[in-house]
Structure formats: structure tokens, C-alpha cells
């Protein structure tokens, strides 16, 4: 009677174990449906781990287009794989996905302080990016692309280091256009972060009027690498919109522009160069940051 009883026991807790583990796949299921997953997806169960979409990307038909790009750090950036090297054509904001669903889609929007500095650099607010399988897809300039993982040496684009093969000190003439480059400040930008100001002065010597955003691109450097444009807020000190007034024939204007510091010790170097010119020509100047104040 003890043995019937003992078996009756284990055979019940057998069928439970069963029943529970029957309940949590058909929990599985119902789940992967609802978010319209196949269920071959899951044949293995575990943590979930968000899609990894970072690092280098090629064109995948070289014979479309000669689109690199390079994802990090909650940005997205394209370059046009020229004879004369890599040129922006996009610098735009990433969002990382939270979990493995395929597609992804988000949508960048442009870092016009960026690509406005390039000859190449998009005019457009924002492109669509999607992610299938294996598969980076967009449209730029109306045309379709679509870009695999793929390295193309990030290391080597064209806004690292200074560029300019002929370098005026501290003034000189651009085309139609005389740059002064005048002198420096510390600041920081709106979270706090450490940046410079650098203020220069360009006068047009055009027939037609002109501002030094359409017409000029300005460079800073450290350690050899370029910095990203800064957003200092406006005061006393700094004038943000300096950059997009329009001068005049035969008038100047002081500029102002601020960038974010890699190195709080590391020398500077800034640049000035005119947009869309066919020389390699710069002003130049280098600060001291332990210098300034």
C-alpha cells in the first residue's frame, strides 16, 4: 500500500513538471507570435541581446556608389570614397537598438555643424536608416543604398589631421575673401564640457555679397585629429550667429566659432579655408591653451 502510495506521489509531481514546462513554451510562443517572431527564433532561450550595428560598413555593390560609413558613440557617419581620399556626406545621430528585432529602423538627423564644413556634406535633416539581415539600407540624394559590414580604414578620412598643403600664418588671402585670424578663449559648452572660442575676421573682396558659413570652412585640431563644433551659449563673449551674417562687398566681419576640447592641455590648431576652392590653400594660427584664459 506504502509502495502504491509512493508511486501514485512521484507520478503526480512527474505530470506537474510536465504541465509547467508545457505551460512556460506555450508561454514562448504566444509571446514570439504576439511580436510576430517565428518560433525557429527561439530555440534558444537566454538573455536577450540587442543587435550590435557598430563599427565599419561598405557599399555593397561598389559599382552603385562608393559609400563608406562608420557608426560609434550614438552617431552615424558617411564619407564618399574619392580619388583624392574620403569627403563627409553625412554626420547624423545613432540610436542603439534594445533588443534583437529585426528590422531596425531609425531616423538620423543631420549634425549640420559638420556637414555644412564639407564639400560633399548632405543638405538634408534627416535619412531613414533600416537594418535586415545583415543589411544596412537608406536613401541618399534619392538613390538607394545598401551597405554590409565591411572595413575600409576609418583611421585614414579625410578630416584627420590638417589637410591644407599651403598654410598662411595668421592672415592671408583666400580667393575674393582676406582672412585675420585673430585670437582665443576657454569656455564650455551647454553640459559642461570644456571648449574653446576662436575669433577671426574675413572681409569680402567679392562682387557680391556673402556670408563666411556658405563661403569659408573652418578647421580645428589636436594631436592631429579633428574636433567637433562645440554649442557654447550665446553671451557677452560669444556669438553664435556670427558665422551666418551676410557681408557686404568690400566690408568685414568678425566670426566667432567653438569647438569641444579632446585635450584640456594639448595645443590647437585652427584653420581657415575656402568652400568648394580647388587649392589646398589655409590661414592658420596655433594657440597655447595653457596660455589662454
Keep these: 500500500m506504502k509502495k502504491r502510495n509512493i508511486f501514485f506521489l512521484l507520478l503526480t509531481f512527474i505530470l506537474v513538471l510536465i504541465a509547467v514546462a508545457e505551460a512556460g513554451v506555450l508561454f514562448v510562443m504566444v509571446n514570439t507570435i504576439i511580436h510576430k517572431e517565428s518560433p525557429r527564433q527561439i530555440q534558444k532561450y537566454g538573455p536577450i541581446v540587442p543587435l550590435d550595428l557598430s563599427g565599419e560598413w561598405i557599399q555593397s555593390d561598389p559599382e552603385d556608389g562608393n559609400h563608406v560609413l562608420r557608426i560609434a ?3 552615424i557617419e558617411i564619407y564618399l570614397n574619392n580619388e583624392d581620399g574620403y569627403s563627409l556626406f553625412w554626420a547624423g545621430s545613432f540610436d542603439p537598438p534594445v533588443n534583437a528585432r529585426e528590422p531596425y529602423r531609425w531616423k538620423s538627423k543631420n549634425d ?5 564644413q564639407s564639400p560633399s556634406g548632405s543638405e538634408e ?6 537594418y535586415r539581415d545583415g543589411v544596412l539600407s537608406y536613401k541618399a540624394d534619392g538613390s538607394a543604398v545598401e551597405a554590409v559590414r565591411g572595413s575600409w580604414g576609418y583611421e585614414n578620412v579625410s578630416n584627420v589631421g590638417p589637410q591644407s598643403s599651403s598654410r598662411f600664418a595668421e592672415s592671408g588671402d583666400l580667393g575674393d575673401y582676406h582672412i585675420e585670424i585673430g585670437g582665443a578663449q576657454l569656455s564650455s559648452d551647454v553640459s559642461g564640457e570644456p571648449a574653446v572660442i576662436v575669433t577671426y575676421s574675413w572681409t569680402n573682396n567679392s562682387e557680391a555679397a556673402a556670408s563666411a558659413m556658405v563661403m569659408l570652412i573652418e578647421r580645428a585640431f589636436q594631436n592631429g585629429v579633428q574636433l567637433t563644433s562645440a554649442q557654447v551659449p550665446d553671451d557677452a563673449n560669444y556669438n553664435a550667429d556670427s558665422v551666418s551674417i551676410t557681408v557686404e562687398p568690400g566690408s568685414s566681419q568678425i566670426i566667432q566659432r567653438a569647438f ?7 595645443n590647437l590648431s585652427f584653420e581657415v579655408s575656402e568652400f568648394l576652392s580647388q587649392s589646398n590653400e589655409a590661414v592658420a594660427k596655433d594657440f597655447d591653451l595653457s596660455a589662454l584664459s
Design 73 to 75: 558613440d550614438g552617431s
Design 112 to 116: 549640420t555643424e559638420r556637414t555644412s
Design 125 to 130: 535633416k534627416s535619412i531613414k536608416f533600416t
Design 260 to 266: 569641444l576640447l579632446d585635450d584640456p592641455n594639448a
